[in-house]
C-alpha cells in the first residue's frame, strides 16, 4: 500500500519578509514564494554599472525620473522584488511607501545560474501583471538581452537594444557591447 504525503509550500507575507536578517543576501517574495539571492558577482556588478551609465543621460534629458538600484523595490499585490535596476517616476510623497510608487517604466534583471528561472518565470509574470510598461532580461552568459512588452512576443537582441518609453519620440538605441563590454579576443 503506497503512502501520498501531501506537501505544504509556506507561503510568506510581507510582514515576514520584513523580519528576516540583513545577511548580505537579498530576500524577494513574489505571490508568496520566498527567494534568496546571494550577493552579486563583479561581472553582474559591471554590467549594472554599464547599464546605469547608459540609461542615465536618457531618462534625465527625457524627465523620466530616475534609474533606481537594489534597495529599492516594487510592491504589488503582496510582493516585494528589488530589480537590478528599474527606471520609474519619482514619487510626489516618498514617505508613502513603496506601494504607492510609480509603476516602472523600465525594469531590468542580470540573470545568474541561481536567478535564471525565477527572472524567466515568476518575476516576468509579476512585471506584467503589475503593468510594467517592458522588462529586460540581460544574459551575460549568452550576451544577449530579452526585451519583454505587455502583449507582444519577446524579442532577444543580440546586436542592440532598444527602448522607447510611453510618451518620449525617441529612441535609446544601445549596443551589446557597451552593454557588456567588448567580447574577449578582440
Given at each position: 500500500m503506497a503512502s501520498h504525503m501531501a506537501t505544504n509550500t509556506k507561503m510568506w507575507t510581507l510582514e515576514e519578509l520584513h523580519g528576516l536578517p540583513d545577511d548580505g543576501n537579498t530576500y524577494e517574495l513574489v505571490r508568496g514564494e520566498l527567494f534568496v539571492t546571494p550577493p552579486p558577482t563583479v561581472i553582474h556588478e559591471e554590467i549594472d554599472a554599464r547599464l546605469n551609465r547608459l540609461l542615465l543621460p536618457?531618462?534625465?534629458?527625457?524627465?523620466?525620473?530616475?534609474?533606481?538600484?537594489?534597495?529599492?523595490?516594487?510592491?504589488?499585490?503582496g510582493s516585494q522584488v528589488e530589480p537590478d535596476l528599474m527606471v520609474r517616476l519619482s514619487h510626489p510623497k516618498p514617505?508613502?511607501?513603496?506601494?504607492?510608487w510609480p509603476i516602472p517604466?523600465?525594469?531590468?534583471?542580470?540573470?545568474?545560474?541561481c536567478t535564471r528561472r525565477r527572472d524567466?518565470?515568476?518575476k516576468k509574470s509579476l512585471y506584467m501583471d503589475a503593468?510594467?510598461?517592458?522588462?529586460?532580461?540581460?544574459?551575460?552568459?549568452?550576451?544577449?538581452?530579452?526585451?519583454?512588452?505587455?502583449?507582444?512576443?519577446d524579442r532577444i537582441e543580440t546586436e542592440r537594444v532598444e527602448w522607447q518609453p510611453p510618451g518620449v519620440d525617441v529612441v535609446l538605441a544601445l549596443s551589446i557591447n557597451d552593454?557588456?563590454?567588448e567580447k574577449p579576443g578582440k
Open positions: 536618457f531618462v534625465t534629458a527625457h524627465h523620466l525620473g530616475n534609474v533606481y538600484h537594489p534597495r529599492a523595490v516594487i510592491q504589488f499585490q514617505e508613502a511607501g513603496w506601494a504607492a517604466l523600465l525594469v531590468v534583471e542580470i540573470i545568474s545560474p524567466h518565470e515568476q503593468g510594467v510598461a517592458e522588462y529586460w532580461i540581460v544574459d551575460p552568459e549568452d550576451r544577449s538581452i530579452r526585451v519583454v512588452r505587455p502583449g507582444e512576443r552593454v557588456f563590454g
